[in-house]
């Protein structure tokens, strides 16, 4: 099953393509390469999931706005590409963590946006090379970022 079948079939919403709010592309191609710049939890609302974890917000609140910034990186890939399907495969996740010093387990947060692409393009090719880790603040508070690089057919 192709990447756009298994988003349907999942029944996801895509939040919109967001818009850059400093001097930057969402999407730069490469040779057959796709980096996605740094992306929040976007909702389909045209919100984002703010707080930090360990103060306010538990593991579980984390991995739930990582999921959804992995869901605005979908939406841009499909912006910029035409289509999910053009992606082969996950090469690389940076995850970052807006969280209080003592907090830990930034890879368990980041899981919500693997566990994601593992789910739209399968496990062989939705699970890359990965880094986690954790930040004193993130832009406008939101409560992760994450940029990542694609191969591209």
Do not use: W
């Amino acid at each position: 099953m192709n990447p756009e079948a298994r988003l349907a079939e999942m029944n996801l919403e895509l939040p919109p393509a967001p818009k850059p709010l400093a001097v930057y592309k969402p999407l730069v191609i490469c040779g057959g390469l796709a980096y996605v710049s740094g992306h929040g939890p976007l909702k389909a609302d045209k919100t984002l999931m703010t707080g930090r974890v360990g103060a306010g917000i538990d593991l579980e609140g984390g991995k739930v706005a990582a999921r959804q910034t992995g869901l605005a990186i979908l939406a841009t890939l499909r912006s910029e590409l035409g289509s999910l399907d053009r992606v082969k495969r996950v090469i690389k996740v940076l995850g970052m963590v807006n969280c209080t010093p003592d907090f830990q387990d930034h890879p368990k947060v980041i899981n919500g946006c693997s566990e994601l692409f593992a789910d739209v393009f399968g496990k062989e090719n939705g699970i890359g090379a990965r880094s986690a880790v954790g930040m004193v603040s993130l832009p406008g508070d939101i409560t992760v970022e994450i940029e990542a690089v694609f191969e591209i057919a």
